[in-house]
């Protein structure tokens, strides 16, 4: 378990800065497709379903992870 506590904390960090920096509902569309890989094309759709609402409201919800992006330009 030690071991594995190391690895994930450069991943907590990454996750919880990424979604600040996005700009626009584009970004954090595209992380979202690119992590969930082409192996899974159900949270592929998920992805562009989350975007097509934040195109209509400004706040991105992963479909997967539940993080909200807000304040997000429409485009």
Known sequence: MRLFAPA????LILWSITPASA????EPAAS???????SQPRIVADCETARAQ???TGTFVGPSSGKMSTNLQKK
């Not at 994930?8 to 991943?11: E, F, M, R, S, V």
């Not at 979202?32 to 082409?38: E, P, R, V």
């Open 23 to 26: 700009s626009s509902c584009s």
């Open 54 to 56: 934040c195109l209509k």
């Open 8 to 11: 994930i904390a450069p991943l």
């Open 32 to 38: 979202c497709k690119s992590s969930a890989g082409a």
